[in-house]
């Protein structure tokens, strides 16, 4: 699964080099801050999903290569909006979009610490504006070659009027939560808000890679919805295993800093369980930990002992198991063949990744 | 054609009261951000280019509604992202998406200064994204309506491979203006900017209404590139004559405060020309007058009349009549008819305006 996984990655990252879209863009600089993210490599999953679901329908991944490399675009170009909004400074161990903008505008025009940190946020507003296009632009370039237009327009419609509200409400609740008290936010509502956030574009994906191997503009046929089924609740332990990672993982594999989640007190399902089932002292020194940016190394370490001993850990862990194996039965549900094979690797590959 | 635009305007107005676009739009506040700008009125200028265009050459205006007001849709979001890279508190006399925005956070969440800022941003950075979903979603919902599949998917690829990077790249030249000497920058790259942030947009709105007229995807036809230059220029005007309100306008009637294109030392032709144009101490008190946040009235009236008096303020007088006869003889390539006589009114219109 993982070489075929590289075969996808390496056909994604060609399509994206050889596009022209960016062409037209002015100052040079704004340029290449649109290819930056998109050309920082990556594991390519949403485009793996939707290849994979159309080679299950069709045998033809390469039909859906066009969205399959649009959905990457406009995963893209949340992550640049995303990390302006939490004012994150880097993605995948280089400076985030804003900030490497940011010097760009002290190097070229030797500006100040303040102007540079409003140009460099400016900057990355447009630079995710116009990915936006770009990703619009890769899916229209399918039409009239390997999609019909009204396969076209149907996938459009898709990603305009259902994709776009429901994943960039699940980002505003997830900014949102930053902004009242944990007791006040349900387990409920950070599920919805992952399903959104991070569910709805795999779900897209699956969906989109299926009416395509299908060839038939219906996102409402049950063989479309296993497919996405599988891919939101894929998603969803992939999301799990995230936070999980956030707390537990090693730092030098994991590539950006561990406990960061309790430092910034970011809202996630693993901290939210570990509030609730955990007591006294214990919870006392959760509640210190969580937005407190001065928690030294033997702090955390201890509320990664709380968090496991009060069952959160394990809880979690089950939740993430049920979610990939709702998954596999809705992909049960599908003909079986070497992407049906691929996809279930996949999602076995997802919870147990270490980084 | 006075009376025309305001029936114009109430249908824009009306097609978006009903749009169903923003309702699965959470949380709440979003929702109704997304909805603020276009429900604050305006003459709907874009539109009105769009139907008459298409009326000119069909008779039927309403052919183009959907497509006007996704134009409309295009042109605020702009304005919304544009308000944050600008920090400009207020848009029509009321607060702008991210000041208002900035508010929800404070009465809802208790929100501190600093917070409510980058709260009121970051969700004026969504606000501004989902309004680029709602301007697709209404062009279309023209699809199978008004709109043939095929004209519907040319209008779209025009505007993603085409408006997109133009506008996004005027926008980004302007911001970058601020950040270099004002003697490095030429009259030539004012006059680029001013055609990609706001002429653009206004050519695109004449090109699609002639396509949907004509009923012919096809954006390449003489009269089509007609209809356009004729908006190009026309917008070129309103722009020239903006930045002539922008220091010469009764503040009562402008509904900003006068100057300060002065005061914030903005790039404008007008300015520029001024600078090109005085000598001495005139220059000497212009060139201190830009950007000092703190220039008394008595400055600024002395800076009015430098710029009068050395020539810079016929100049671009001049250029804007230029333009509007240029505009002009673009639409003299057109049949004469009830909407070119429309659109040629709405030209004279652009630079009688006084507020």
Avoid at 40 to 62: D, H, I, N, Y
Wanted: with cysteine; glycine share 6%; net charge negative.
């Amino acid at each position: 699964m993982l070489d075929e996984l590289k075969i996808i990655a390496s056909e994604v990252d060609k399509t994206l080099r050889e596009d022209e879209f960016p062409e037209n863009i002015l100052p040079n600089y704004l340029k290449e801050a649109v290819i930056d993210y998109p050309t920082r490599g990556g594991k390519r999953l949403r485009p793996a999903v939707a290849m994979w679901t159309c080679g299950l329908f069709s045998q033809k991944p390469e039909t859906a290569l066009l969205p399959a490399c649009a959905i990457e675009i406009f995963h893209t170009w949340t992550l640049v909006h995303d990390d302006i909004i939490d004012d994150d400074p880097t993605r995948r161990g280089k400076p985030s979009s804003h900030e490497s903008l940011k010097t760009t505008s002290k190097e070229l025009f030797k500006a100040e610490e303040k102007d540079a940190d409003q140009f460099g946020k400016s900057f990355a507003i447009l630079t995710g504006d116009l990915q936006q296009a770009w990703a619009m632009s890769l899916l229209m370039k399918a039409s009239g070659k390997t999609l019909t237009s009204e396969l076209t327009l149907c996938i459009m419609d898709r990603m305009i009027n259902h994709l776009y509200p429901r994943l960039l409400s699940g980002e505003a609740i997830d900014v949102e939560f930053e902004h009242r008290p944990l007791d006040d936010i349900s387990e409920e509502e950070i599920l919805t808000m992952l399903r959104w956030k991070t569910g709805v574009l795999l779900q897209f994906a699956a969906e989109t890679g299926a009416i395509i191997g299908l060839n038939t503009p219906n996102y409402r046929l049950d063989s479309v919805k296993s497919a996405g089924e599988f891919a939101l609740e894929a998603g969803l332990a992939f999301q799990l295993q995230d936070d999980i990672l956030g707390v537990y993982a090693q730092e030098e594999e994991w590539g950006k800093p561990v406990g960061n989640d309790i430092r910034t007190r970011k809202v996630t399902l693993l901290i939210k369980k570990a509030l609730e089932l955990s007591t006294g002292e214990e919870r006392i020194h959760l509640t210190n930990c969580l937005g407190n940016a001065d928690m030294t190394e033997s702090d955390l370490e201890r509320a990664r002992d709380i968090i496991r001993e009060c069952g959160a850990l394990s809880a979690i862990e089950e939740m993430a198991k049920e979610c990939i194996e709702k998954a596999k039965e809705s992909l049960l549900q599908l003909q079986d063949n070497k992407y049906r094979q691929l996809l279930d690797e996949l999602a076995d590959f997802l919870i147990q990744r270490k980084f």
